[in-house]
Each structure stands twice: as C-alpha cells, then as structure tokens.
C-alpha cells in the first residue's frame, strides 16, 4: 500500500487513484526564459522517480507537464534581449528538452504550451464570471478570492493573513480587492496578445495550468506536484479558479519538492546562485546527478555543494562497478541447476528481502533515500557473493541481475549500457590524462603538461586549470 504526504491535508495518506490503476498526474513544469539549472533538475528527476516507481508498481501514468512561454518573466526577458517572445520561447525551449533528455527524464504523456491554449482559457474565464467568480475592469479580469471561502486552504493561511503580500500588485485600482488575481490581462506595449470579449490581451499565468490540466487531465487530478516555491499563490490560485468552475475538488493529492541551497539560499535565477545543467553535465555523470539528487527524499531541502556532488559521482561508479559485474555474471554463466550451495541460498534470500524492504520505502511516501540504501547494501551482498563463491550459480547471479535492473528502472540509472560503457571509458582515460599531466605540473614540466593539454584539445577535450582541480569538459563542435 502506498502512501503520499499531500500538501493539502498535511497527513500521510493512503493512495487511492480516481479510476483503479489509473494516476492523472499534472505537474508544473518550466518557464522556458532561461537554461535549466539544478533547482528545476531536482523537481524533474523527483517527480519522474515518483513516475517510474508508480509504473514499477504496475499504474498507468498519465503524466502530464506543461511549458509556460507566455508569462511576465518570458516577456521581461524577450524585451531585454529584443526578440519576439515565441522566439525566446522556442530557443529556451529546445534547450530544456535538451537537458531532460541528458537527464534521462522520461517525456511526459502530453507536454501542452501554454500559448496553443489561449481560446480553451478564454472560455474557462467567462464560465468564471458567468458563475460570479470573477470580474471584468478596464480590460483586465481578475478572480474575486473573497467569493471562494476556502482561499488559503492548501497554504494553511487565512484570507486576511495574504492582504500584505497578495498575490500581484496590491494597489492596482482596477481590483476590488488587493488578493485579487488576474485571469486576463489588458494589452500593454511591447506584450503579445489575443482578442478576447475583453479587449486584446493575454492570460495570467495561474490560469494556465488549471485550464491545460483540465483539458488533458478532466476536472479532478489524482495528483497535482510541482516545487514548494508554488504553493502560494500560484497553487493556491489554481484551486479556487479551478474548483470555483467545476464545484469538484481540483486535485486529491498534493507533492511539492524541496528547495536546492547554496550557501542557506534557495538556488534561482533572481538570486544568480543557480547552476546550469548544462555545464554540470561537463564535469559529473547524470547518474551521478540524479544518485545526488534522490540521495535525500523529495520533500527535504538539498545543501549543494561541489564535495557532496563530488562524493555522488564516486558512489554512482562504485555502484556501477557492482551492477556491470554482476550483468556479466549473468550473462556468460552457464545456468546451474545443481544443488544450491549456502552462499547460493544466503543471496537468495537477501534478494527476497533487499526487494521487500525497497517497496516498504518507497512506498512510505517515495522516500528514495531509505530506497538507495536498501540499493547499497544489496550491492555489497551481491558484491560478497562474487567474492566468496567457488562457482557462481547463473541461475542465482540472474536473480540477483533482475533486481538490480529493477532498481535502475526505478532510479533511471544507468539505462543505455553500452554508450555508458563507452562514455565511462572515455572519462577514465581522460582523468588519467589529467593526472599524469597534475604531476607534470608539479614536476614544472610544462612541455609534457603542455603537450597532453594540445592534444586533448585536438581530440575535443577542453582542460580549465583551476586552484583546487584540473576541470575538463567535451568541446561543443
């Protein structure tokens, strides 16, 4: 039985979907108007964890996750760089899919866009007023947050509470009320925009989701998930609009992810402490990157730092070093169906349990890190096994295979073999080369240490010289 921490409720609960064997899943995905760095990784790689488990688990997953390219921050930036909103949108956008798919992130069902919905949302807005919930002024439209009685009610606030703050500018004249939100806004100079019953314009950025998730995904969602940053308003928002529409609950669970810290802040663009998929990917492995990542469960906050990603990379190869060895066990052992020796049956038996114990953690709410470390010391049994064995028994050892390969499913670890094979060789011979050109240096031998750095870069591999490390990373052309 699985359970699930809902934000909503704020209770461990027993999951149930809506149609049995069915998850609705809608989660807020990226603004494209910038490259992905590690604060959207760490929601990505979590809640497709969370995917790959219910799958394991043997439910369909209808897992949809929209991009936003039409929105304040998209129109600040295309400003700035003086581009058409859609062109920054479709750049920024590539780029994404880049990175998930370096990620190994498995593509949603449905990827909807926010701009190829704008009629779907202008409906969904004049539903809004038609039942009294929202109102028109002066070309924009806002929803009225005191028509909806349990405004504030995933937040765990009170309506007066949110006054100070609200949700957009306060003082603007055209609201009512200072919470108010906009469902539409009024043409201004230099924003793209659509005709509407209101006047040209564009949607607000809350109703997106809720008219997208409606679309794919019907009224009420089994789950709902996104980073802890949209709790409020923007999820707060997205369940009085959708709820006050429908009269039905919007979503029965909630998932919000932890922050990623540098330095005690949380990692964003508008604090510039972020660091870019990108160029990570340059120095670590994306095993390595998501073994960091699901190392802490998924709504604990991370501390970065370059020693604790450091440390992920060694544990990702060790781990490796362990699946890769027992593959080939199991590949080129005869299959033995003698007698089974104590070793035999030991193993056995730890397969049973590594398997019972790694469902009874992710099933308490997907806590990958009690997961890994039912991982890590089924690697050491199985590891022991290769070890002591006087003769490795095929059938046991592709037992021992088949649960592993069930954990990297899980995980989305090491899934293409033989390119991580070939790519694994090429970092190992490139680290030599970096540390026999360190000791080069240190001996001020600048010729040699000169002359592997040539020839690297010849080879497409660039060398940064740098205090504490030689960094290295795969030229672009």
Known sequence: MIKIYSTLTRLLEEFKTIKPGVVKWYNCG????????????????AFDTIRRYLEYKKYKVVYVMNFTDIEDRMIEVANKEKRAVLEVAEEYLNYFRRDMANLNLKTATVHPRAMLHINQMIEFIEGLIEKGYAYESNGDVYF?????????????????????????DTKNPNKRFPADFALWKNEK????????????????????????????????????????????????????????????????????????????????????????????????????????????????????TEDAIDQAQITSDRLFDVILLTKNYATETTVNKSALSDLDKELLEKITKAREDFVKAMDEDFNTSNGFAVVFDYSREVNDYLRKADQINGAVINKADELFNEFRSVFGLYEDFNSYLSMDLVEKLVKLLVEIRGEYRKEKNW????KIRDELKHAGVTLEDNPKRILWKLSEN
């Not at 308003?233 to 959708?242: G, K, M, T, V």
Request: aromatic share 10%; charged share 20%; net charge negative.
């Open 30 to 45: 990226p603004t494209v108007n910038g490259l992905m760095h590690l604060g959207h990784a760490r929601s990505a790689i």
């Open 144 to 168: 009225d947050v005191r028509k909806f009685e349990e405004y504030g009610k995933l937040s765990n606030q009170k309506l007066e509470n949110v006054l100070q703050e609200g949700t957009e």
């Open 189 to 304: 100079p230099g924003e793209p925009s659509w005709s509407s019953p209101w006047g040209k314009g564009r949607p607000g950025w809350n109703l997106e989701c809720s008219c997208m998730s409606r679309i794919y995904l019907g009224d009420t969602l089994d789950i709902h998930s996104g980073g802890q940053d949209l709790i409020f308003p923007h999820h707060e928002n997205e369940i009085a609009q959708s709820e006050s529409l429908t009269g039905k609950p919007f979503a029965n669970y909630w998932l919000h992810n932890g922050y990623i810290n540098i330095d005690k802040e949380k990692m964003s663009k508008s604090l510039g402490n972020f660091v870019n998929i990108v160029d990570l990917l340059q120095h670590y492995s994306t095993d390595a990157v998501r073994l960091f990542v699901l190392q802490t469960h998924y709504r604990s906050p991370i501390i970065f």
């Open 447 to 450: 010729e040699m240490s000169d």
